[in-house]
């Protein structure tokens, strides 16, 4: 886990609507996806910046799942 890929956030959002999480809505750069069982997550868009590592902890931690179970998933 120390290893944490830095993804773009294109790639985070590909990988949501793979695992079926479906965009919501969109507010500014922040994009929130939703799964049809209840679970959901926020991925922000911001131009030139990359997701870091703490924050796709979160992400799949939103999401139920380890960051290597979402990183296996891409």
């Known amino acids: 886990m ?6 773009k956030p294109s790639e985070v ?17 922040h994009i929130q996806y939703r799964h049809s069982d209840g679970r959901c997550t926020t991925v922000p868009i911001h131009k030139g910046r990359d ?9 799949a ?3 139920d799942l380890t960051v290597d179970e979402f990183i296996a998933q891409r």
């Open 13 to 29: 959002c590909r990988t949501l609507e793979k695992l079926d999480f479906v965009n919501v809505r969109q507010r500014g750069s």
């Open 2 to 7: 120390g290893n944490t890929p830095i993804l």
């Open 61 to 63: 931690r939103d999401i």
């Open 51 to 59: 997701i870091a590592a703490p924050l796709l902890r979160q992400i």
